[in-house]
């Protein structure tokens, strides 16, 4: 599954689509992005939208 990550200051806005681009969930409001990062598997892809803090945020994320 894809997830596609908006990251404003405050939260998180998510959509998730399969393989075939269906949308299979929208979450408007995520507040702790590393806990929903944490529980996805190896088969999952993480989008983050291309903006200023997009690197902070990915480097925030990267398994330790």
Do not use: R, W
């Amino acid at each position: 599954m894809f997830h596609g990550i908006d990251k404003p200051k405050k939260y998180s806005t998510i959509s998730v689509l399969n393989y075939k681009g269906k949308v299979l969930d929208f979450m408007q409001k995520c507040y702790d992005l590393k806990e929903y990062i944490e529980n996805l598997s190896s088969e999952d892809a993480v989008i983050i939208e291309s903006s200023t803090g997009a690197f902070c945020c990915a480097d925030q994320l990267e398994p330790k």
